[in-house]
């Protein structure tokens, strides 16, 4: 029989089956992972049964019949890392054996048994996974204690009870030591089951988020080669990883030497951020990136470099350009309106003036007869005038305020007379070189405005050569046979180009030489507005105008206009002689009416003038049909000339009425019906067409 010291050093030398139990309690807790808690449960206790077999199969005798081993220990165990299950399957297995074995501890031995057990469960309700050293230590004592009254059912309860108080020393402490190591080594194991198994999941997760990014992820080290990167850069760059690792990041660089310039900013900043940077993808197009990157010095990995994220950016930079261009269309509309607005006030207050010195003209024409003295210098005053009109008219087009008077011309006959006035004004050391005008190309067009491109074009070539040069003109012919991005429509087309040998325009500058105001002359030079108004006639005209420019060599200005072939609706315009009467007439205008009044007088006509228009409404309410012909300005200052001509039409609805206007329609001078204005007369007007239109409105009123 054992006792003392030898007892618990052969207790504790049944303790080597406990290494066999952590081996197998990791390679249970891996492969039941899964698996319902049950099922779990019943696997623990078959294994924790099995090594209790072994445990008991080392026979320890204490007394006749009476043994002792470790069991115990593997019941507790069993129960406090199994659960109540597999403590009760563990008890039975050791039950059966124990009364296989016989003997007079049976009872005691299964009475232990239950209470390890119990135990056990108990333990492994109120345990945490974090079990700390102390809290083992205080199961082990109370485990210890609640198992010793299994010796009393041994032989009598005297017999039990004296068994246990010379057992609870050394077998207590065998038995504590066992609980103890076997609840710190499975706790360990445990913990580092959990442990592993979290860093698996996290890694999943990790890994699954990496590959779910769309942002690239990536790791260069310090040489520029990539050793990591994610698989998004197979949408952003058209690469897989697995082609790109290894490799030199400038070798995607569409500019490698920025490359420098970043590891520069990282060295010295620690970081870059945002950084917009163009690389090449797989199939050669650009893709444009963000860069968020920082330095790496990971001692622990032993790695130095970079690291951070790319993100694609083209499509952004793509809508930032689009959102600009609609900004630039935008503030291109507001400036047309704008400057459609400005030609409408200068219409108006400068053919004023052009009337006031028309009439003056036409005037001191009539006093000094066709054979005075100055008759030359008074025609020249009329023809600028007709000249200044015309430029009012273009702009008017320009702004669309006006429709152009279009007509099928001879286009080189225009062209002779737009040169004849270019070779006045643009210095001899510019050479102008023109083809043969003999020929015969008509375009339904302006004539004014055709004359007004070529004076533009030429003058804006003029300006191109200071220091003198040569300006080459060509008309040729060419068929066109299907719709292009320049036409609107098929045909025969007209091109007339303009070429200079100056300096060219620069790249930058080409695609806003159209925009109204613009210019690169100095101030004084220039008002950026010829080449728009050439633009604004040409597609009215159904045309284009294209440009080329080699800088520092030549430019070419080409205008595409649609050929006519019916040459029989070729238009010359006849000259109206002065048609006179002696009528009445009421005459109304805050600015020229003095001079007004002079011309109606020379055609013979009897003119009651009057600034005020309510003076002149007064003097018509007092004797309505004292007057043949009632002629007013539209723009004055108390009421417009067409409210004046609503009330003077209320007053006697069959007095005709001429409206003066410097606008080119009835809607624009604010009169959207008509109905009250008989004749519509555009400022400045000669007195050829002032006579016709206010006799063509008293014949039509008197029915003649």
Known sequence: MLSGSSLFLNLFNNLAFFLLIVVLYAYILKKTRNQNKYLKQTIMGIVFGILLFGCMHVKIPVAEGVLVDQRNTFAILSGAFGGPLSALITIVIGSIYRIYLGGQGIYGGILGLLLSAVCGSVIFVIRKKDDSVFKNLTYSFISTVLILPGFLPIVSLQHGWNLMKSMAIPYGFAVMAGIFMGMILLSNEERRYITTRELVKSEKRFRKLFESLVDVVFRIDLSGKIVLISPSCKKVFGYDPEEVIGRQITDYYKNPQNRNEIIK???????????????????????????????????????????????????????????????????????????????????????????????????????????????????????????????????????????????????????????????????????????????????????????????NLCTNAYHAMPEGGIIELKLEKKKIADKIQLLKESGNYLILSVKDNGKGIEPEIVERIFDPFFTTKKIGEGTGMGLSVVDGIVRDHNGKITVESIQGSETIFRVFLPEVENKNELSTEEIPSLIKGTERILLVDDEVVVVTKQRLEILGYKVNDFISVREALNEFEIDPYKYDLVMTDQAMPEMTGRIFAEKIKKIRDDIPVVLCTGYNSPSDAGDNSGKDIDELLIKPVSLENLSAAIRKTLDKKSGH
């Open 265 to 455: 900013r990282i060295q010295r900043d620690g970081f870059v951020e945002n950084l917009e940077e163009e690389m090449i993808r797989k199939d050669g197009s650009t893709v444009i990136i963000s860069v968020n990157a920082k330095f790496i010095n990971d001692i622990n990995e032993g790695f130095l470099g970079t690291e951070g994220i790319i993100r694609d950016i083209t499509n952004l930079k793509n809508a930032e350009k689009e959102n600009r261009m609609l900004e630039e269309n935008l503030r291109q509309s507001q400036k047309m309106e704008s400057v459609g607005r400005l030609a409408g006030g200068i219409a108006h207050d400068f053919n004023n003036i052009l009337s006031a010195i028309f009439a003056y003209a036409e005037i001191a024409r009539d006093k000094t007869g066709e054979s005075g003295p100055v008759e030359e210098e008074i025609c020249g005053i009329i023809a600028s005038c007709e000249r200044a009109k015309d430029l009012i008219s273009h702009i008017l087009v320009f702004s669309r305020k006006s429709q152009p008077k279009k007509q099928i011309i001879k286009i080189e006959s225009i062209i002779h007379d737009a040169l004849s006035i270019v070779r006045a004004f643009i210095p001899s050391i510019i050479e102008i070189r023109y083809p043969d005008l003999s020929g015969s190309s008509y375009i339904y067009a302006d004539p004014t405005a055709i004359h007004q491109i070529i004076m």
